[in-house]
């Protein structure tokens, strides 16, 4: 944990009073100008605070207003709780990554995310400016989760805020972050949404009902990590080496590494159904997540992380290479 995240959030612990579910003026003031500086957003904007970007993905299609005989698209291959918010509003789900398959459905939301979890796909400002077009021609919202935007290896990724995708103008749009994967906050539950200043202050007004309130030391907390760039770069230090020893022994093992050229993930397969690679991986003490939680599309992939320590990445490369 960075040492002035951690005195933020002790400095802000006598807090006995009901924190603002807006945030205060000065987290606000600190979300839009990261927003500004580090997503290229120009106009404008709407921004709030949320209980980490997890609960966000799977409310939003609730706190929109989805139901039945509502469509939500969401890329192919995914994390999985965008299907879940879908199916806890009640609405119907359609994995696409092409919009113009999608039909003549009554589309209410259209889920992007780049960098992918978990493929570590980018997505060009030419791609989300284009889902933007195509949503707004049908009065849906474009919900772009950013949550590894910060972390770009072999790209640079591009946040739908950003003046080449919207040109300043939010109408329709949100981009879901975390502080999690930034700044090591993953244990206090600190992520944000930003865009559309309207459907903002809806998202708002459902939320102070719902008790969807961030603690003011957490908010003291983000408040420091955005407003400090040394602690990323050094934990971006830290995920590259890991990156760099697992790639390379993966491929030495006989792997073929696809998309990965952002985010905290290699997207891998051995052109075997997954649960092989799995049991193959597990038998040298090595955890993967399968494809097949994705979608049905990556029944022959496998994600693996760069989470584990330096010791236990080292351990894994070793197995990997022996």
Same mark, same amino acid.
Request: aromatic share 6%; glycine share 10%; proline share 6%.
């Given at each position: ?174 981009? /879901? ?35 969807? &309130? ?71 003490? &090595? ?29 894994? /490369? ?5």
């Amino acid at each position: 944990m960075p040492a002035l995240i951690r005195r933020a959030l002790a400095d802000a612990s006598d807090a006995p009073g009901y924190p603002l579910t807006a945030g205060t003026p000065a987290l606000r003031a600190a979300i839009a100008g990261w927003l500004a500086r580090s997503c290229g957003a120009s106009g404008e904007l709407g921004v709030l605070p949320t209980i980490g970007s997890k609960e966000l993905v799977a409310w939003l299609p609730t706190l929109l207003g989805v139901g039945p005989g509502d469509t939500v698209v969401i890329p192919s291959v995914c994390y999985p709780t965008y299907e879940v918010g879908v199916l806890l509003a009640g609405g119907t789900v359609v994995r696409s990554d092409s919009l113009t398959a999608v039909g003549p459905a009554r589309v209410k939301l259209v889920w992007v995310n780049s960098p992918s979890n978990p493929t570590g796909r980018v997505l060009p400002a030419e791609h989300l400016r284009k889902v933007v077009d195509w949503a707004r021609e049908r009065g849906a919202v474009v919900a772009s989760d950013e949550c590894y935007l910060a972390l770009g290896w072999e790209t640079r990724p591009v946040s739908v805020l950003d003046d080449a995708v919207t040109g300043g103008d939010y109408t329709g749009v949100l981009a /879901v972050h975390s502080l999690s994967k930034r700044s090591n906050l993953a244990g206090y539950r600190a992520g944000f949404v930003g865009g559309d200043p309207a459907l903002i202050g809806e998202l708002l007004a459902v939320r102070k009902h719902a008790g969807m &309130i961030l603690p003011a030391p957490v908010q003291a907390a983000m408040i420091a990590a955005l407003g400090d760039e040394t602690h990323v770069d050094e934990q971006r230090e830290r995920y590259a080496a890991r990156r760099d020893t697992l790639r390379t022994a993966l491929v030495k093992a006989g792997f073929e590494i696809t998309h990965s050229e952002a985010g905290l993930y290699l997207w891998a397969t051995r052109g075997e159904e997954c649960w092989q690679t799995v049991d193959w991986l597990a038998e040298r003490g &090595i955890l993967a997540a399968p494809g097949a939680f994705y979608g049905p599309a990556a029944a022959q992939q496998v994600r693996i992380a760069l989470t584990a320590t330096d010791e236990r990445v080292a351990a894994a /490369v070793t197995r990997l290479t022996t």
